[in-house]
């Protein structure tokens, strides 16, 4: 999501979601492991995040307005209604977890505070959205971790964190 415009994360993780939706319903086995609750969001809604829900970025009103880089506002060819029945259902069958501060943060860098709500945010909007909680947190391609992150973790209400980084060369 990094290296592209908001737009085109967000057509691409629809797409995906898409996909593997269909697979949870063929496969009732199946289970899946979702994160990137912002693009979560805005596929379900219909429309871009706000800035609630923006991680603090230079380019953050032109995500909030819902525009890209020398691009018009965002094309939504899904039907968001029908994806969040699909996402609930398949939350409510156990089939998907929802995991995840709002974005993945840099763990070194920002206040204490700030961490904070990444987790306070991201369980809300996951209850108020989808009926549970997230209990896990995650941080994939971190530079390392604050040494505060465990106990801030616990107070927002997560038991765990799925973090790790691996070398090119394994």
């Given at each position: 999501e990094w290296i592209t415009t908001f737009g085109r994360s967000l057509r691409r993780f629809v797409s995906v979601l898409e996909r593997v939706l269909a697979r949870l319903e063929e496969e009732p086995a199946e289970r899946f492991l979702l994160d990137g609750i912002p693009l979560l969001a805005a596929a379900l809604d219909g429309r871009?995040?706000?800035?609630a829900m923006?991680?603090?970025?230079?380019?953050?009103?032109?995500?909030?307005?819902?525009?890209?880089?020398?691009?018009?506002?965002?094309?939504?060819?899904w039907d968001a209604a029908e994806l969040r029945r699909r996402v609930r259902d398949a939350v409510e069958r156990g089939q998907?977890?929802?995991?995840?501060?709002?974005?993945?943060?840099?763990?070194?860098?920002?206040?204490?505070?700030?961490?904070?709500?990444?987790?306070?945010?991201?369980?809300?909007?996951?209850?108020?959205?989808?009926?549970?909680?997230?209990?896990?947190?995650w941080n994939l391609d971190s530079?390392?971790?604050?040494?505060?992150?465990?106990?801030?973790?616990?107070?927002?209400?997560?038991?765990?964190?799925?973090a790790f980084r691996i070398a090119p060369t394994e």
């Amino acid at each position: 999501e990094w290296i592209t415009t908001f737009g085109r994360s967000l057509r691409r993780f629809v797409s995906v979601l898409e996909r593997v939706l269909a697979r949870l319903e063929e496969e009732p086995a199946e289970r899946f492991l979702l994160d990137g609750i912002p693009l979560l969001a805005a596929a379900l809604d219909g429309r871009a995040p706000d800035t609630a829900m923006v991680y603090g970025s230079p380019y953050h009103r032109l995500y909030t307005a819902g525009l890209e880089l020398g691009h018009p506002g965002l094309r939504r060819p899904w039907d968001a209604a029908e994806l969040r029945r699909r996402v609930r259902d398949a939350v409510e069958r156990g089939q998907l977890e929802i995991v995840g501060t709002f974005t993945q943060p840099d763990t070194n860098l920002p206040a204490g505070e700030a961490l904070v709500r990444q987790g306070l945010v991201a369980r809300r909007w996951v209850r108020e959205n989808l009926g549970v909680e997230p209990t896990v947190a995650w941080n994939l391609d971190s530079f390392g971790q604050s040494a505060q992150l465990p106990q801030i973790l616990i107070q927002c209400g997560y038991d765990a964190l799925l973090a790790f980084r691996i070398a090119p060369t394994e």
